[in-house]
């Protein structure tokens, strides 16, 4: 066995259907008086609910978390925090509620009460995001790693099934690249390979049936797998090209992993063979990229980025983008099958 460095975070996680009835003793484990409950508008109603069973441990509600945390949004919770004497915040929501946490922690020190209610991951990860000027700035620090969690699967029953897929399918993106990380340890590894097998089953069961609760619950379960994967060790080609992606050309988050993920993981197949037969196995499949490309095919996700906004003359930049920075992946990159690959991405022909 290679050695290894496992470092755990303390983190506190409650998980089940109801756990969200805690939220107001969690608060108070924190050692926190005033909680400011934070939402995006459509997430306002399960916001106010919070903040309902949190009582008079509850400062308010600010409902104003938009997609890859503008800084503006950022400086205005702050301020509301502190006008209304906020000491903890408890984000109600996906990536981007739980990013605008962040932003306040990262500021002040807030601690963080997570309530996530996608499958992209950010509750168990040290990393932040703020956008200013149209460049979003990334980095790590514990300040904003939430200290506790409640993963109540009732929550994420209104998840339109069709974002409940690639927001699964995002997460899944985590596990993949963290099984072939430079950093990858024997420990984060079978939380990738559960973590992927969990996801694998509950898509499809909640695209039968989006108020399937098992299915649900086997969806967060992986989602919190897959986010403490991100969170603990390095992420390759796959998150690299989606950030520049989404950065650049503005396109949604979790549709562009789901897109690009089987190509990224055919482009490093030949570097990575047995990350990717533990990923084949997980899923119970054959070959692993072309798994992830039907379980999103046959689930109604998009499969090309020409289906979520690229333009085809915007490929080239891409490519010279990505090439930009050298990062540790199993394969080096190279530019020409590079631009294969993203063209491939673009069409949404099967990975090659
Ligand atoms: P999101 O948070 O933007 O949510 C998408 C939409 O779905 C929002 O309108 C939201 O209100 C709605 N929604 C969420 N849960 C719902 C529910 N249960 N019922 C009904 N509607 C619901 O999307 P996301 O994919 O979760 O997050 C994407 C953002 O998070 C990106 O900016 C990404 O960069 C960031 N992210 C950061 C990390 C990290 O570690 N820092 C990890 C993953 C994602």
Redesign the pocket.
């Known amino acids: 066995m290679k050695p290894f460095v496992y470092e755990s975070r303390a983190q506190r996680v409650l998980f089940g259907a109801g756990t969200l009835a805690q939220v107001a003793a969690e608060v108070e484990a924190l050692g926190a008086r005033k909680a400011l409950v934070l939402?995006?508008?459509?997430?306002r109603a399960?916001a106010e609910q919070v903040a309902g069973l949190l009582g008079e441990r509850a400062a308010g509600v600010f409902d104003g978390?938009?997609?890859?945390?503008p800084m503006a949004a950022a400086r205005e919770a702050r301020a509301v925090a502190q006008r209304l004497g906020a000491d903890c915040a408890v984000a109600v929501?996906?990536?981007?509620?739980?990013?605008l946490g962040?932003a306040i922690a990262l500021d002040s020190g807030l601690p963080i009460l997570a309530v996530?209610?996608?499958?992209?991951?950010?509750e168990?990860?040290p990393?932040?995001?703020l956008t200013e000027e149209g460049v979003?700035r990334?980095g790590r620090d514990l300040r904003v790693l939430p200290r506790t969690v409640i993963y109540d699967p009732q929550?994420?029953?209104?998840?339109?099934v069709g974002?409940s897929v690639?927001?699964g399918i995002?997460a899944m993106a985590?596990a993949a690249e963290g099984l072939y990380a430079d950093d990858a340890n024997p420990v984060t590894q079978l939380m990738a390979e559960e973590g992927l097998a969990a996801l694998g089953r509950a898509l499809p069961a909640i695209h039968a049936d989006s108020g399937n609760r098992q299915a649900r619950a086997d969806a967060l379960y992986g989602a919190w797998l897959c986010?403490t994967v991100?969170?603990s060790v390095a992420m390759a080609l796959h998150h690299k090209l989606c950030?520049t992606l989404?950065g650049s050309f503005n396109l949604p988050?979790?549709e562009t992993h789901t897109i690009v993920l089987p190509h990224a993981l055919a482009y490093n197949a030949p570097a990575a063979p047995a990350a990717t037969t533990r990923i084949a196995r997980a899923l119970g499949a054959a070959d692993a990229p072309l798994a992830l490309y039907e379980l999103a095919l046959r689930h109604g996700a998009p499969v090309a980025l020409r289906q979520i906004g690229l333009r085809e003359e915007d490929l080239d930049r891409a490519c010279a983008l990505a090439m930009q920075n050298q990062y540790p992946n199993p394969r080096p990159l190279e530019a020409a099958a590079l631009r294969r690959l993203l063209q491939n991405a673009y069409d949404g022909v099967p990975p090659a």
């Open positions: 939402c995006t508008p459509p997430q399960q978390a938009v997609m890859h945390v929501g996906g990536g981007s509620t739980i990013g962040k996530p209610t996608t499958y992209a991951g950010s168990m990860t990393i932040y995001g979003k990334t929550l994420s029953l209104g998840l339109p974002l690639v927001s995002n985590h986010g991100l969170g950030h989404g988050h979790a």
